[in-house]
């Protein structure tokens, strides 16, 4: 079992920056991937970013430049350092693990925590 716990979210003007962070406790050891998806309303929840226990990333075309993503594996958390916001950005930010156990995958979800650009 993993447990993901965010926090960070927030209200910020335009052009600002924020940061969201996701700890990760329980069975830690057997998680391979984390990242961030958002879901605004009226759309599809999507894939904002990842990074695997090695290192590499993966960004949505539309952050790409603009947010960063970082892991500390010895302390099993994510973060997700967002640069220059734009209105377009609103949306609440969901954390994700990635284990493998016994032939399967299970994906762990945070509970969410929002995150608000205003104009």
């Known amino acids: 079992q993993v447990q993901l716990v965010e926090s960070g979210g927030g209200l910020v003007q335009a052009g600002g920056s924020l940061g969201i962070s996701c700890a990760a406790s329980g069975s830690t050891l057997s998680i391979n991937t984390m990242g961030w998806y958002r879901q605004a309303p009226g759309k599809q929840r999507e894939l904002v970013a990842s990074?695997?226990?090695?290192?590499?990333?993966n960004y949505t075309d539309s952050v790409k430049g603009r947010f960063t993503i970082s892991r500390d594996n010895a302390k099993s958390t994510v973060s997700l350092q967002m640069n220059s916001l734009k209105p377009e950005d609103t949306a609440v930010y969901y954390c994700y693990a990635r284990v493998a156990r016994a032939g399967y995958y299970y994906g762990y979800w945070g509970q969410g925590t929002q995150v608000t650009v205003s104009s």
């Open positions: 990074i695997t226990s090695g290192g590499s990333t």
